[in-house]
């Protein structure tokens, strides 16, 4: 059985006063560019946090909070996590090691060696790092910091959906209805729907070739997934974790499929209308709005986590130019 949900308002508020000396407070867009035939929307970007992508979040709550041996700390990444966890662990002064799988785009694997951590690519999937970074914890002792899994990371993810509603306040600008949130391993959409707890409608999306959230709902417990998908490098966990599901279960209404050509439209349509560069999984919620996989209610206000920056920009221009 799942465990019971134990991430709430109250560990997301004590998680962001830990974190904020150390995190961006990121922008709202609201759009001025709405997709034809719906009302501006809300758009949090996260891809302007430190290393790319909402993940430091999750590491510096770690790290803030679970004191490090001399080994340093240890995680399994698709590229985000482990540039947020080598940023984090730089600035803290603490050593780091990376399992990042093969699949890993060279521009993350390049951003982690740059923040000082020691990078071990090796294994075909996310998953194949992680039973690697798993045995050099059991061997060496290091604090392992998990990318979704724990409560500690979840409420550190959870910080977005704090700011989110805290910055429309400040804004004078209404509250969202609806938020759109991409989903790997499930942290992020886990500690947003923890914040908002029934409050705002949660709607996960997943690419079809990696549906590890819409899968566990469906089973009633996480199950593993194959996983095929343009956004595999940060949206191809092969299963979500059991706290994450047991969230999403209470919180999160529903999961909606993007295919990975809405995918690559969404990261055409973000940096064309709005001048903002995103990897594929950064563009996964938009892509949802964008290509109908999500139609909003008349008047229903929907706000959209612009997640990832950690593109190849080479990659971007031949996809922007298709």
Not at 55 to 79: D, V
Not at 145 to 165: K, N, R, S
Request: hydrophobic fraction near 50%.
């Amino acid at each position: 059985m799942p465990p019971e949900p134990n991430v709430r308002q109250a560990d997301i508020r004590a998680a962001y006063a830990v974190i904020a000396p150390h995190v961006r407070r990121t922008p709202l867009i609201e759009n001025a560019s709405p997709i034809a035939g719906l009302p501006p929307i809300s758009l949090k970007l996260e891809c302007l946090q430190h290393a790319g992508s909402f993940k430091p979040r999750g590491a510096f709550h770690n790290l803030l909070t679970r004191a490090a041996p001399p080994t340093g700390c240890a995680t399994a990444s698709g590229g985000n996590h482990g540039a947020a966890v080598a940023y984090a662990a730089g600035r803290l002064g603490i050593r780091a090691r990376v399992f990042v799988p093969e699949i890993a785009a060279p521009p993350k694997i390049a951003k982690i060696k740059a923040y000082g951590a020691e990078v071990v690519v090796k294994g075909a999937a996310y998953a194949d790092a992680q039973t690697l970074c798993d045995a050099y914890v059991a061997e060496s002792g290091a604090l392992a910091i998990h990318p979704y899994a724990t409560a500690t990371t979840v409420a550190g993810q959870g910080t977005v959906g704090l700011e989110w509603e805290e910055d429309l306040m400040r804004l004078g600008l209404p509250p969202i209805d609806t938020a759109l949130v991409a989903v790997g391993g499930g942290g992020l959409v886990a500690g947003i729907a923890a914040w908002f707890d029934g409050r705002v409608k949660v709607v996960g999306v997943e690419p079809e070739g990696s549906r590890a959230l819409d899968a566990a709902l469906a089973a009633g417990e996480p199950v593993d997934v194959p996983v095929h998908s343009v956004a595999a490098d940060s949206l191809g966990a092969r299963s979500v974790g059991a706290l994450n599901l047991a969230i999403a279960q209470r919180a999160v209404d529903h999961v909606a499929l993007v295919g990975d050509a809405a995918i690559g439209e969404a990261q055409r349509r973000l940096w064309r209308e709005l001048q903002i560069a995103v990897e594929p999984g950064g563009a996964a919620a938009y892509a949802a709005l964008a290509s109908g996989a999500y139609r909003p209610a008349a008047g229903e206000r929907v706000g959209v986590v612009v997640c990832g920056a950690n593109v190849e920009l080479g990659a971007l221009a031949q996809r922007v130019a298709g």
